[in-house]
């Protein structure tokens, strides 16, 4: 399953939102897409403090792919 937040994105679904995402067994925040067959996320970088961080002309907030076992856990009102 492969699930999106980035209205941009194909698997972009509103009811997504809230969706409980785990890599390697650990749950994860940020989560802009995962994609269970493929084995990645993307997710926003965040600094030592838990900040998000923003690129060097600070417009943007910087963005990494992380591979691994992904699992998705959607919320029940996805299935509603």
């Known amino acids: 399953m492969r699930i999106s937040v980035d209205k941009s994105h194909p698997a972009y679904s509103p009811r997504c939102m809230g969706s409980r995402v785990l890599l390697d067994g650990v749950e994860q925040s940020f989560v802009i897409t995962a ?3 493929r084995g990645y996320i993307v997710r926003y970088v965040r600094d030592q403090a838990g900040r998000l961080h923003l690129n060097e002309d600070r417009t943007e907030v910087v963005r990494e792919q992380v591979s691994g076992a ?4 959607l919320p029940a009102r996805f299935w509603a």
Do not use: G, K
């Open 35 to 37: 994609d269970e067959d």
């Open 70 to 73: 992904v699992r998705v856990d």
